[in-house]
């Protein structure tokens, strides 16, 4: 059973930063990508993020710039650096892992007060 696990969320001001991580059960190579989305209340989950086991990186257009996704292979983390926030990056953040079959970690809460 493939385990996904989000941390660092948080309450933040317009322009401050905060770095997300997901730790996943194995080896991050064993999937094809792994990424984010994202969640603003009454909006449909967004893409936001993805890099693929051959560390190619995609954003989503408004936050190219300001996020940066990485990997740790040493401690099988995907990681989100999100700086400049935003109000409108206010959601709950969702890690996903692309292998044989899509897996979700359970969402962290991210909330940027203007």
């Known amino acids: 059973q493939v385990q996904l696990v989000e941390s660092g969320g948080g309450l933040v001001q317009a322009g401050g930063s905060l770095r997300l991580s997901c730790a996943v059960s194995?080896?991050?190579?064993?999937?094809?990508?792994m990424g984010w989305y994202r969640q603003a209340p009454g909006n449909e989950r967004e893409f936001v993020a993805q890099v693929t086991s051959g560390a190619r990186e995609s954003y989503l257009d408004s936050v190219k710039g300001r996020f940066t996704i990485s990997r740790d292979i040493a401690k099988n983390t995907v990681n989100l650096q999100m700086n400049s926030l935003k109000p409108e990056d206010t959601g709950v953040y969702y890690c996903y892992a692309l292998g044989r079959g899509t897996f979700w970690g359970q969402g962290t809460q991210v909330t940027v007060s203007s």
């Open positions: 194995g080896s991050i190579f064993s999937f094809n990508a």
